[in-house]
């Protein structure tokens, strides 16, 4: 089992325009759908795809329409309920993959609510191997939120899963600074911001974000997962560093893809591959979200054919 915490649902309309945004301008749209997101979710999603037990927790209104997109998307949810309908996301796409994301704050939340979701994922987490914190934290709440949660759950008893965290800004840096998480994944931006430096645009970006991660592994996280879009992705652990590259990707929409691939990564954990295999369905798997349009969840018939070439890195 595989737990996932979403403290800020969005319900994704993704927008497919028949040619590129033109700011100002009047355009028809060629295609509209709408997915249940949240990162947390959408890595349920992926995982319950390819045949891993997840249970996504959420904080969900009883009258909210929301239920109905988690339904149809076949989650396995245990909702707390709140007041207030979970925000709407839009995401413009062309015909070339570029994405414009608009993202709303979401409902502002209450201490009650922020104990309400500590204790479901206590009682979610029960024999489950993975929690995965996910995504933004909602107006209302602490930055150091998903701290409160690690705690509560290494408190509850032995054996506690291990943690993920994929989230950015003053969220991914409490967690990291008080919380010692397993797993990060952060994209190569998020990760500079944490570590509070630039990357250097004439310097490979492979060997920046493995020095990078290495700052961090082990002492403040087990390992760092450093998702680089095109670039493939870059894992760090107390043994090692890798860079993997991507198959051939026509990129259709880039939402939710750095899910997928975490999905990816801990799909070939739980099975219990080694770390360059991990890296490989990480990324097979975010590859495969962006060739699909909308917050589609990629499922194994969705993974694109050619090889993930992954190379050691030196370890910093």
Not at 196 to 222: H, K, N, S, Y
């Amino acid at each position: 089992m595989i737990v996932t915490l979403t403290a800020n649902p969005s319900l994704d309309r993704t927008v497919t325009l028949q040619g590129a945004l033109r700011l100002g301008a009047v355009q028809t749209a060629s295609d509209v759908r709408e997915d249940a997101g949240g990162k947390g979710i959408n890595v349920t999603r992926v995982l319950r795809g390819s045949g891993v037990e997840s249970r996504a927790v959420l904080p969900l209104d009883p009258e909210d329409p929301f239920a109905v997109a988690l339904r149809a998307a076949g989650v396995t949810a245990a909702p707390v309920a709140v007041h207030g309908a979970a925000r709407a996301n839009l995401t413009i796409a062309d015909p070339e993959g570029v994405t414009t994301k608009i993202n709303l704050p979401g409902v502002t939340r209450t201490a009650e609510d922020a104990a309400a979701l500590i204790d479901a994922v206590v009682a979610a987490c029960a024999g489950a191997r993975w929690l995965v914190l996910a995504g933004s934290i909602p107006p209302g709440l602490s930055e150091s939120f998903y701290v409160d949660v690690i705690r509560a759950v290494r408190a509850a008893g032995a054996p506690a899963p291990r943690i993920a965290v994929d989230t950015s800004g003053a969220a991914v840096r409490a967690a990291v600074e008080s919380g010692a998480p397993d797993l990060i994944k952060p994209n190569e931006d998020e990760l500079a911001e944490l570590a509070g430096v630039t990357l250097d645009p004439g310097a490979p970006l492979p060997e920046q974000v493995a020095a990078i991660a290495a700052r961090l592994v082990p002492a403040r996280v087990g390992s760092a997962f450093v998702t680089l879009g095109g670039d493939g992705a870059v894992l760090v652990t107390a043994d090692g560093a890798w860079h993997g590259t991507p198959p051939p990707t026509r990129v259709r929409s880039t939402v939710g893809a750095g899910d997928s691939s975490l999905a990816g990564f801990l799909i070939a954990e739980e099975r219990g591959a080694g770390p360059e295999e991990c890296l490989r369905s990480g990324i097979r798997y975010g590859s495969a979200a962006a060739a699909l349009p909308g917050t589609q969840a990629p499922t194994p018939t969705d993974l694109l054919p050619g090889d993930v070439p992954v190379r050691a890195l030196d370890h910093p």
